[in-house]
């Protein structure tokens, strides 16, 4: 099977947060942030603490804002019970945080759940969608024998079978080997969902028609990647000479 091939009477994703304050215990992640994300492929750049994996959280509904909307289609996601999942999906940067099933084909099975697909019927996708990959071998395989590089494939794999409408990924390229890494920009590059991808490593997003640069919880820069991306490039220089005695 076509890891594209389910049909939906959603509307194309327009993810927005309005005056979105997040507050985690003393620290205030966000302030009043009105972001739209409507573009096809978004990268996400910045130091840690920026407020990255905390955007990523808002987008998906993992994290609640104390003031504020978070919107796909103008709808709210928060308040979107069993139909988030095929609205908007993640993957985690470590994948132990997501993983859930023993096995590899029991973990991608579980994201045709929101599909409605009894569990025999979702494994056996899940085993041809392998297949697919040349990745049949994997179907039986334990995830704990797996390489934090590979469960990190699995993550992949498992939201791509799921097919949300849009991909929200945080620190994806992290434990990856080069084959892996390129691999999964060829998939990025082709999925039909709307991408959004954060990483410390720019190469990945400097393509992307736009790229937001966080700081502190603020947006610094909001652009086309390669302007984006070398700006933060020459403000990291630009720090680190100035540490030099």
């Known amino acids: 099977m076509s890891a594209t091939t389910f049909a ?22 966000f302030e009043q942030l009105t972001l739209p994300l409507a ?7 910045g130091d840690n603490g920026a407020g990255k994996t905390s955007l990523l959280r808002l987008l998906c509904g993992l994290e609640v ?7 796909c289609s103008d709808r709210d996601v928060h308040a979107a019970g069993a139909q988030r999942p095929r609205w908007v999906g993640m993957m985690f940067q470590n994948p132990d945080d997501q993983i859930i099933f023993p096995t590899v084909v029991e973990e991608l099975a579980l994201g045709l759940q929101p599909h409605g697909y009894a569990k025999k019927e979702a494994q056996a996708r899940a085993h041809d969608f392998l297949a697919q990959r040349g990745l049949q071998d994997w ?16 993550c992949w794999l498992s939201l791509l079978l799921a097919e949300p409408q849009s991909l929200l990924l945080d620190e994806p390229y992290a434990s990856l080997d080069l084959p892996s890494q390129a691999r999964l920009a060829q998939d990025i590059a082709q999925a039909p969902q709307q991408v959004i991808v954060s990483t410390h490593l720019l190469a990945h997003v400097r393509s992307f028609s736009r790229v937001i640069w966080l700081e502190q919880g603020r947006i610094r820069a909001d652009g086309a990647g390669t302007s984006v991306c070398a700006a933060y490039e020459d403000d990291v220089r630009q720090r680190i000479a100035a540490l030099q005695p």
């Open 65 to 71: 804002p104390e003031a504020g909307q978070v919107l």
């Open 8 to 29: 939906t009477d959603l509307p194309p994703p327009a993810l927005e947060l309005r005056q979105v304050r997040l507050q985690r215990g003393r620290t205030t992640v």
């Open 39 to 45: 573009e096809p492929r978004i990268g996400l750049i």
């Open 139 to 154: 179907a039986t395989r334990a995830v704990t024998s797996l390489s934090q590089g590979q469960r990190q494939q699995v």
